[in-house]
């Protein structure tokens, strides 16, 4: 998909973003998404935030973080967030903000990149796959807060 524009968020993107998040499952508000990017984007050298323009309508997001780590030579990237409308979704979007976020994960340094998905979201697990991500770990989570009941 050519005519999409990989870009940095900006916080005049929360209104369009607030939908992508619902659909990833994790509503959220406007003001809660330029409250989190504000604290998110802080440190621009550990946590990025890019979205996808396709005629001038947000359709896709994706958020990185870098990890210093003890017991690995180099830190770890992770894509914490990606999510595409589901009307533009099988047309390259994912990929193509998986493939920036690589891009800037590659740049900061890091020799591995790590990702979660839903263990319900299966179409997200064969897509990854189709990426060259594969399962090699298991992740544990315990939710402290109410908000985060739901992974």
Same mark, same amino acid.
């Given at each position: @998909? /050519?005519?999409?524009?990989?870009?940095?968020a900006?916080p005049d993107d929360? %209104?369009?973003?607030?939908?992508?998040?619902? =659909?990833?499952?994790?509503?959220?508000?406007a $003001? %809660?998404f330029?409250?989190?990017?504000?604290a998110?984007?802080?440190?621009?050298?550990?946590?990025?935030?890019? #979205?996808? &323009?396709? *005629?001038?309508r &947000? &359709?896709?997001? #994706?958020? /990185?973080? &870098?990890?210093p780590?003890?017991?690995?030579?180099?830190?770890?990237g992770?894509?914490?967030?990606?999510?595409?409308?589901?009307? #533009?979704?099988?047309?390259? #979007?994912? *990929?193509?903000?998986?493939?920036e $976020?690589?891009?800037?994960?590659?740049a900061?340094?890091? +020799?591995?990149i %790590?990702? /979660?998905?839903?263990?319900?979201? @299966?179409? *997200?697990?064969?897509?990854y =796959?189709?990426? +060259?991500?594969r399962?090699? $770990?298991?992740?544990? *989570?315990?939710s402290?807060d109410?908000? %985060?009941?739901?992974a």
């Amino acid at each position: @998909m /050519t005519d999409v524009v990989i870009r940095p968020a900006v916080p005049d993107d929360a %209104e369009s973003i607030e939908p992508l998040f619902t =659909e990833l499952g994790h509503p959220t508000t406007a $003001a %809660e998404f330029r409250q989190r990017w504000t604290a998110y984007t802080a440190d621009a050298a550990t946590n990025r935030v890019l #979205v996808a &323009v396709l *005629a001038d309508r &947000v &359709v896709g997001l #994706v958020a /990185t973080h &870098v990890t210093p780590t003890l017991h690995r030579p180099t830190g770890v990237g992770r894509i914490t967030v990606l999510v595409v409308a589901p009307d #533009v979704q099988g047309r390259g #979007v994912g *990929a193509r903000l998986v493939a920036e $976020a690589e891009a800037l994960l590659r740049a900061a340094g890091v +020799g591995r990149i %790590e990702l /979660t998905s839903g263990t319900r979201r @299966m179409a *997200a697990h064969r897509f990854y =796959e189709r990426l +060259g991500y594969r399962q090699d $770990a298991l992740r544990l *989570a315990k939710s402290l807060d109410a908000r %985060e009941g739901r992974a």
